[in-house]
């Protein structure tokens, strides 16, 4: 008898990061369940334990970014998750989800009007993956998505205001997932352990089902 189809709930900081899980569980043939946007790191962090108890009757998958605050991911994970259930995957993005979306060098250049040569060859090495992305957009031969995704000036802010929205359609129609780890290490760990969910799904429904 087959196992039950691997259906993965998740939990993320903000709504690109959404679109990235999304797309990454499409690509490595995984349902989709319930994804959490939780609005920023804090929120995430005050709720990962409730996720991690609900990981040890299904799957779930949680992503955080990197950013500055550890030396390395698993450094960070043991700081947030030193116990994960055996449904659990908890994946950190050095040093954040856009160097992921960076990795799919030719798509992005397309995507953002920008000569492939500009794109960065190492996103997992970018201090910055976000700023980068706004950087590449100041270059871009589109008006209209130099507008969306470069800042006001005097916002304040560090990226447009439809930089996000621009991220989302690039993750859910032109990104790669399969092209991108070639060049994203960490990338590449993140579907791996998405596969092995799956065989650990496997597992645990045989086990249920006696």
């Known amino acids: 008898m087959s196992a039950l189809p691997l259906t993965i709930s998740a939990a993320v900081e903000g709504i690109v990061d959404e679109a990235v899980i999304r ?30 108890h609900a990981a040890r009757r299904f799957p779930w998958i949680v992503l955080i970014d990197l950013n500055h605050e550890a030396d390395c991911a698993p450094a960070l ?3 947030w998750l030193p116990s994960p259930s055996q449904l659990m995957c908890f994946r950190v993005a050095v040093r ?18 920008v000569p492939l040569a500009k794109v960065p060859q190492h ?27 470069i800042p006001r000036p005097a916002s304040g802010r560090s990226e447009g205001p439809a930089y996000a929205s621009r991220l989302i359609e690039f993750a859910g129609q032109h ?8 060049s994203s290490d960490g990338l590449r760990r993140c579907r791996e352990a998405i596969d092995a969910l799956g065989a650990a799904w ?6 249920s089902r006696g």
Do not use: C
């Open 202 to 207: 496997d597992a645990f429904t045989r086990r």
């Open 175 to 182: 990104w790669r997932p399969s092209i991108a780890e070639k």
């Open 23 to 52: 797309r990454l569980l499409l690509d490595t043939g995984a349902l989709s369940g319930t994804v959490y946007v939780t609005s920023g790191k804090t929120n995430l962090k005050q709720k990962v334990n409730g996720y991690n």
């Open 77 to 79: 994970r043991a700081r």
């Open 123 to 149: 996103a997992d090495s970018l201090d910055n993956p976000k700023r980068t992305i706004v950087d590449l957009a100041r270059r871009s031969r589109f008006r209209d998505l130099r507008e969306d995704m």
């Open 96 to 113: 954040e989800v856009e160097a992921w979306l960076l990795a799919d060098r030719k798509r992005m250049s397309h995507f953002l009007g």
